[in-house]
């Protein structure tokens, strides 16, 4: 039985959307957005529990100082879009994740739908998160 991967790599291909394959599990899908210029989706498959994991690490970034108005921006965006969630890791990254369980029948098509839904999401909620951190 091919992987999910493989099945996502397929669709992918016959579309003619680029990728990346940073490791065996992993695929890396990057757009240009109107507001944000580079928006990479990266895919984390795990075919024993049949799902993927959906995230993209480059929004932005806060610094310490402003750490409590990167939450309240991501609170913000977390009531407006459901189906992510975004959050700020350590480093002070403003990142957003979401996962998908899959079917090897629509994976593809599932896949290439949430690659869409994260960059439009992203592209929307870029100018929230700018202007807190440089209001």
């Known amino acids: 039985m091919a992987t999910y991967r493989a099945l996502v790599k397929n669709y992918l291909d016959q579309r003619g959307v680029k990728y990346r394959e940073p490791n065996d599990h992993v695929i890396t899908v990057t757009y240009t957005g109107e507001k944000l210029n580079e928006i990479t989706v990266i895919i984390n498959f795990d075919d024993e529990e049949g799902k993927a994991e959906f995230y993209n690490i480059n929004i932005g970034q ?3 100082e402003q750490f409590a108005k990167g939450l309240i921006a991501c609170n913000t965006c977390n009531a407006k879009y459901r189906w992510v969630k975004f959050y700020i890791e350590d480093d002070n990254h403003i ?8 079917d090897t029948q629509t994976c593809g098509e599932e896949c290439f739908d949430m690659i869409q839904l994260i960059v439009g999401i992203v592209d929307d909620a870029y100018p929230v998160f700018m202007k807190t951190r440089w209001a």
């Open 62 to 64: 806060f610094t310490q």
């Open 95 to 102: 990142c957003v994740r979401s996962d998908a369980i899959l």
